[in-house]
């Protein structure tokens, strides 16, 4: 790959012979789909944002502000048309003054990779990507993330946490139902959630901004005849030192239709989601693809609930899909 280096200083509006302000300094490497990468090094004062032309319509927006320590925003943006579309970005603290931060963005495509203090990631390792369908709300740039490495074969009862995966086994049971209340078969659920220590742990390989922060727990199910399906995984913990309730991310996916997220799924017997207030609860128990609460009952040696889903249910934007034949 060609490198083309722009040594850049952002000094703000200051008057000629003064200092420079704190700020961060930055060595940057945007790798645009495996041709070339664009290397830019740059310093940044506080509270400032600047804006700097990548390649075409391609830019990257840095911004340095303090929330109880010295963070950095760096922003891939597409400028097409006079309308800022923002793409990928970090959020990271910056190091010490005189200490440079080293930033890495991939263009691959519709994909993008951020990385932090690490060279850009190479586009042609990405795992393969399925063809997303129409995406509700429009807006929802992780809903495109379940297409990432999906498997080619799905069925109604999939595992997400491998049986070695330490943990308290969970079971989610649950069953889609159409608009007017009938089962659905043939419709994708995806899940995703934290591990036994409340963290996402990190995948194998990596992926694309899309999927990546998902982490490593994540599957598939279709829906059956009945419209069922069952997940076998492990109860995630709490993210640490957070009041954060337990929870499992999940979209819905239509095959060839729409695809969109639901609620998350809240355990009743956690203690953090019953400090949340009564407001929040009635809530979520009104949410999205159905309430998304669950009553965990005792299974063996873990647990299992059901968690049914409604399509469409206050999805914004929704259009009901044709009925498969």
Known sequence: MRVIFVLLTAVGLLGVGTA????ASFDIRVNLADQRVVHLALTVPDGTTHRLQVDGDLALELQVKWTGERRVNATL???????????SGTNVPTKPDGDVLQLGFSVCGDRLVSLTEALPYVCQALPPMAKPDRVFPADCRGCVGPY??????ITSHERIAPVSEPGEPLTITGRVSAPDGKP????????????????????????SDFSNSHGRLRGWVRSDAQG?????????????NTTIPQHVHMHVIEPGCSTYPIDEMWF??????????????????????GSGIVTPRRKGAGWEVTRDIHLGKKVPGYEPCPTPE
């Not at 009743?268 to 693809?289: P, S, W, Y």
């Open 20 to 23: 420079s302000p704190p700020g």
């Open 228 to 240: 069922r399906f069952v997940f076998d995984t492990i109860r995630p913990a709490n993210y640490p």
């Open 184 to 207: 659905r078969a043939g419709v994708i659920v995806y899940a995703y959630h934290a591990d036994h220590t409340g963290i996402y742990p990190p995948a194998p390989s990596r992926r």
């Open 268 to 289: 009743t017997d956690d203690v953090m989601f019953q400090r949340l207030n009564a407001q929040i609860r009635a809530e979520e128990a009104r949410g999205t693809g």
């Open 77 to 87: 943006i597409n400028t097409a048309g006079g309308t800022v579309r923002r793409l």
């Open 148 to 153: 990432e490495d999906m498997p080619a074969t």
